[in-house]
């Protein structure tokens, strides 16, 4: 009698996992001719989230399959030190592993200056795109931005990157997919407000237009010369940015989709603001995702009788914690470095240094000493100023470490 049971019991566990491992069936709403966008945004190298994301994205990749397109509006770089220390590469192979199809360029891609190990200045003959270069590289998705071009412009030459204004780009201005036997076209795009944002150095040789005119040609491109039956946009530029509980508006992005003229996008795919927005503007749906890998955003979209339906799903909650083996043996080495350097002390505060960033305090102050000294060190400066957005949180009394 136990040699049965035992039996039965061990068929019950073996029929339960096949069911685990099998893929998701479809739901009642899942249609079909419908493509599947999936979002993130600012991820911000939130890597500690990294199994989470890998759960939800592994499981809607087994839900719609084929149907499936997984696009990024940017910022993927700047916020840990798994991250930073890299300059990038442990963030870039984890949207690898998360076969991601494609990536606004963010202003933060910029961060990390020349590629050279543990410097982010950038010194005379060096590229200040070397770190994003390298990176861009690694990648196996295209890192896009239709409205970084040269400086000064150049018109596009046979074999050079072009976008549909005919400026040279400095990076990939768009691409095509194959989803569910359509073609799908994916714009990308950079807040122009990036050139104020970003140190000259990084952006020797480039500059940004504005956004209306460029992916109002892009889109006239993907119709027209590469007759997509979708049109995509991701960008890293916010719909609505929100400053103490109040919506702030207009803005780029908002204004750009008010203006648009046909022939329009399908969807657009947003960043940069940290809040979400899922709304329809000017008939075209906008999602976007929050912050920090907390959050994927789904749209549905279809062709119903020569018009373009489309759906939100609500926002998914990414568990704080998630299984996945293959990203965290990837990210072990990347850990490990940042769990070294973690534990080095720094120095001791003898007081609490609160967050302050409406009004000079202690911490801004101190930040800002730590910079000039810096730039003394570096060769001079007189005096430095400290952007109280660039202080996330306070310092706490006592022995200061790289994890405080």
């Given at each position: 009698m136990i040699k049965k049971y035992t039996l039965f019991l061990l068929l019950t566990i073996f029929a339960s996992?096949?069911?685990q491992n099998e893929p998701a069936k479809s739901m009642g709403k899942d249609e079909a001719g419908e493509i599947v966008v999936v979002s993130t945004n600012d991820f911000h190298a939130a890597l500690d989230r990294a199994e989470g994301l890998a759960q939800v994205i592994t499981d809607l990749r087994n839900r719609y399959g084929q149907k499936m397109v997984y696009l990024?509006?940017?910022?993927q770089f700047q916020g840990s030190l798994e991250g930073n220390i890299s300059k990038g590469k442990a963030v870039v192979g984890f949207f690898n592993l998360m076969q991601l199809d494609a990536a606004a360029i963010g202003n933060h891609e910029f961060d990390y200056g020349p590629d050279i190990s543990n410097r982010i200045t950038v010194?005379?003959?060096?590229d200040g795109m070397g770190a994003l270069k390298a990176r861009v590289s690694e990648a196996t998705y295209p890192f896009l931005s239709a409205n970084l071009i040269?400086?000064?412009v150049i018109s596009c030459q046979p074999g050079e990157k072009c976008n549909g204004l005919g400026h040279k780009t400095i990076f990939e201005p768009r691409t095509i997919l194959e989803r569910a036997g359509k073609k799908v076209g994916v714009i990308g795009?950079?807040?122009?407000t990036s050139r104020y944002r970003t140190s000259p150095?990084?952006?020797a040789g480039a500059t940004f237009e504005d956004l209306l005119p460029v992916i109002e040609a892009e889109s006239k491109f993907m119709r027209e010369t590469a007759k997509c039956d979708w049109v995509l946009l991701t960008v890293h530029a916010g719909l609505r940015y929100e400053k103490d509980g109040k919506t702030l508006m207009p803005t780029e992005?908002?204004?750009m989709l008010q203006k648009m003229q046909p022939p329009f996008v399908d969807a657009v795919i947003a960043g940069d603001?940290?809040?979400s927005a899922i709304e329809v503007v000017h008939g075209i749906p906008v999602l976007q995702s929050g912050y920090g890998g907390k959050h994927v955003g789904v749209l549905h979209l279809k062709h119903s009788a020569g018009k373009t339906e489309h759906r939100f799903d609500p926002l998914i909650s990414v568990p704080d914690v998630g299984v996945s083996f293959k990203v965290t043996e990837f990210l072990q080495l990347y850990r490990n470095k940042a769990l070294q350097r973690k534990r080095e002390a720094l120095t001791v505060a003898t007081a609490p240094l609160p967050l302050e960033q409406n009004k000079e305090s202690a911490c801004g102050n101190l930040v800002a000493m730590a910079v000039l000294d810096a730039a003394k060190q570096k060769g001079g400066a007189n005096f430095a100023l400290i952007n109280a957005g660039a202080m996330r949180t306070g310092l706490p009394e006592g022995t200061l470490t790289y994890s405080h």
């Open positions: 996992c096949s069911k990024d509006a940017g910022d010194e005379k003959g060096e040269s400086d000064p795009a950079t807040t122009a150095a990084y952006l992005l908002l204004s603001a940290h809040n």
